[in-house]
Structures are given as structure tokens and as C-alpha cells.
């Protein structure tokens, strides 16, 4: 088994069984809520990826899957606030059933941009589903129909999430600490 270590500067915030424990609740929202139609799950990566293949899993539906790639942090811990396609979708998603899946949203730059782009696609719907939500950095409001965890302002990584392309495979969530008060 591989070592997973966060660097010392990062604290544990969420961990491994309580992600899954979640992950778990979500799939069965979904399923319960879906029930009867076909699900296309749409990755944003990619940080979506763990988050999204353990939520494929716990969905009791006949689903595709696919993914796109926008870009907003060139590097660190900011976003630049410009929002970028990378990798578009591979299928066309009119006439489906959509859950577009995010690992974080932060000040809904992106998802903002993700929603108004692909409901020019036609979906028959399109919902978001986050593992993590921050609003205490929103800039815009955005609608997100199931939300895995709500964080404090604070950067992460880990289950996905990534510093400059790494610790991605964290199988927890770490979150920077404060910094010491005085």
C-alpha cells in the first residue's frame, strides 16, 4: 500500500470514511431521484475523478459517463477568475439527462460558465452534484442540487483536488491551516 502524506503545512479536514459514507448518501439521492431515466455523468477535470468514478458506483442506474476540462488556476492556490475549455465533451447531451460533476465549488466562476455553455446543448436537464462546497468565496450564485460536504474558506487538496498536480490520490481531504493567531 502506498504512503499518503500531506505536507506539514496541510491539517486532515475530511477523511477517508467519511468521504465514502457520503459518497454513498449522495448515490442513493440520485438514484431515488432519478429513478426510471438514464444518467449522463459529465467529470469536470480533473479533480472530478476519484469523486465522480466512487459516485458511478454508488448510482443504481443505467449511466454513461463523460468528461470535459476547463482551467481557471494556472498553478498555486488562485484562481485567475477567467475560465478556459480545455477538453470538450466527447457526446452530444441534448434530449439527456445531465449531472455534471465537480470535486469544488469555489466562486462558481466555473460552474457558472459550465451551465450556461452546455444548456445551450439542450439537455432534457442538467443538475450539479459537488463534493465540496465553498460559498464562503462565491462570486456568483450558482445552483448545486447535491452537495457532498460544505467547507470553510480554506484551500485543499487531496481525493482529487491538487497543489500545482499534486497529492491528487490523498484518499482524504487536507485543508491548508490557519495561521497561528498573534
Do not use: W
Not at 4 to 25: G, M, S
Not at 103 to 119: A, N, P, Q, V, W
Not at 139 to 151: L, M, N
Request: glycine letters at 8%.
Amino acid at each position: 500500500m502506498a504512503e499518503h502524506a500531506h505536507p506539514p503545512e496541510f491539517e486532515v479536514l475530511l477523511d477517508t470514511e467519511a468521504i465514502q459514507r457520503r459518497v454513498r448518501e449522495l448515490g442513493a439521492e440520485i438514484t431515488r431521484d432519478y429513478a426510471g431515466r438514464e444518467l449522463d455523468l459529465v467529470g469536470v477535470l480533473k479533480g472530478s475523478l476519484l469523486f465522480m468514478a466512487d459516485l458511478a458506483r454508488a448510482i443504481a442506474l443505467p449511466l454513461t459517463c463523460d468528461f470535459l476540462r476547463v482551467s481557471s488556476y494556472e498553478g498555486g492556490t488562485k484562481t485567475t477568475g477567467v475560465v478556459r475549455f480545455d477538453f470538450d465533451l466527447t457526446q452530444p447531451i441534448k434530449d439527456k439527462h445531465v449531472l455534471l460533476v465537480e470535486d469544488i465549488i469555489d466562486t462558481g466562476l466555473t460552474m457558472s460558465f459550465l451551465l450556461e455553455t452546455l444548456r445551450l446543448r439542450m439537455p432534457a436537464s442538467i443538475k450539479v452534484v459537488t463534493l465540496l462546497d465553498k460559498p464562503g468565496n462565491r462570486r456568483t450564485e450558482v445552483p448545486i442540487d447535491y452537495v457532498g460536504f460544505t467547507i470553510p474558506n480554506r484551500f485543499v487538496i487531496g481525493y482529487g483536488l491538487d497543489l500545482e498536480g499534486r497529492y491528487r490520490n490523498l484518499p482524504y481531504i487536507a485543508a491548508m491551516k490557519e495561521p497561528a493567531a498573534g
